[in-house]
């Protein structure tokens, strides 16, 4: 049996070594923190309790709780790329590999679902950018799953409609205690949608 990474927060990773180590421990704790428990549901006195700061070095790495929420849905944006162009190719690269890769997530216990959808549920009305911000996350796994496609005419429609498939496994594995039926289900529209059709374009 082949060992395979499973993502998970606290894989997540600060990757320019300029960055302060006081701005590191609050961006990973309010990254933990958001996903797990939401963000209306976690102040920012808990996040400077958690990270181990004071608030005056809170307050000069983020002027407000709105910024860190922009800092962290870039940060969750930038490591799950990473890990989800990477799932892919340790999958074998082709649309195939969409349910095994998703699998590595939607199995972990810590699975919360994704942090953009669920942020937009909580902020959207009172921070409308981060609706933008799920758009470019969105538009970005878009063009990953892209990739996995033959380029034809009808990729990008064939790759947004397995990404709105990869949303609905999402969803159901967040509210399913069980992931394997969405994964199942992402499987079988994987198959319907990308199989070549014989004697046509």
Not at 72 to 83: G, P, V, Y
Not at 152 to 173: E, M, N, S
Request: glycine share 4%; aromatic share 6%; charged share 25%.
């Amino acid at each position: 049996m082949v060992d395979r990474p499973v993502y998970h927060p606290a894989m997540a990773k600060i990757e320019d070594p300029s960055t302060p180590a006081a701005r590191v421990r609050i961006l990973l704790t309010a990254h933990d923190l958001f996903y797990r428990h939401g963000i209306r549901a976690t102040g920012v006195d808990r996040v400077i309790a958690e990270s181990g700061v004071a608030k005056l070095t809170f307050y000069r790495h983020f002027s407000s709780k709105n910024d860190l929420v922009r800092a962290f849905l870039d940060h969750r944006h930038r490591n799950w790329m990473a890990w989800f162009t990477a799932a892919l190719a340790r999958h074998g690269g082709d649309a195939r590999a969409l349910a095994p890769a998703l699998a590595e997530w939607l199995r972990n216990p810590d699975f919360r679902g994704c942090a953009f959808i669920n942020t937009v549920g909580e902020l959207a009305g009172d921070l409308p950018e981060v609706t933008d911000l799920a758009q470019r996350h969105k538009a970005d796994m878009t063009a990953a799953i892209a990739t996995l496609l033959p380029d034809t005419k009808d990729r990008p429609a064939l790759a947004d409609a397995l990404a709105v498939a990869v949303d609905g496994a999402i969803i159901r594995a967040q509210y399913d205690p069980d992931p394997e039926a969405a994964l199942a289900a992402l499987a079988r529209i994987v198959e319907a949608l990308a199989k070549p059709r014989s004697g046509r374009e």
